[in-house]
Nanobody, 120 residues
Framework: QVQVAESGGGSVQPGGSLRLSCRVS?????????MEWYRQGPGKDSELVAL???????RYADSVKGRFTISRDSAKNTVDLQMSNLNPTDTAVYSC?????????????WGQGTQVNVSS
């Protein structure tokens, strides 16, 4: 059974950095055709922050370009989100979504989310 789980959230001061990980279990990263990081801040709609495809394509929201980097670690079976130069508007619950190729079809899997707080 495929599961995804986020880790790495926490509290940080403005200008600081955090690294989030989305660990995929029950399959390999090669089967994850699409991995997306979303966030939802207090009183805000959900926002797609970054995505990574199995073909190597990466995309970022304008609000995080140049500050966030998404990467795949096949050894750990994770897709990480390195966040730098954080500011209070980055405060949100960050969740990952994995689309997995099961040969007979695709499955969509979501984690529970991890909280990121940016404040002084």
């Amino acid at each position: 059974q495929v599961q995804v789980a986020e880790s790495g959230g926490g509290s940080v001061q403005p200008g600081g950095s955090l690294r989030l990980s989305c660990r995929v279990s029950g399959t390999t990263l090669q089967r994850v055709t699409l991995m997306e990081w979303y966030r939802q801040g207090p009183g805000k709609d959900s926002e797609l922050v970054a995505l990574s495809t199995s073909s190597g394509r990466k995309r970022y929201a304008d609000s995080v370009k140049g500050r966030f980097t998404i990467s795949r670690d096949s050894a750990k079976n994770t897709v990480d989100l390195q966040m730098s130069n954080l500011n209070p508007t980055d405060t949100a619950v960050y969740s990952c979504h994995a689309k997995v190729d099961h040969d007979v079809g695709f499955g969509d899997y979501w984690g529970q989310g991890t909280q990121v707080n940016v404040s002084s």
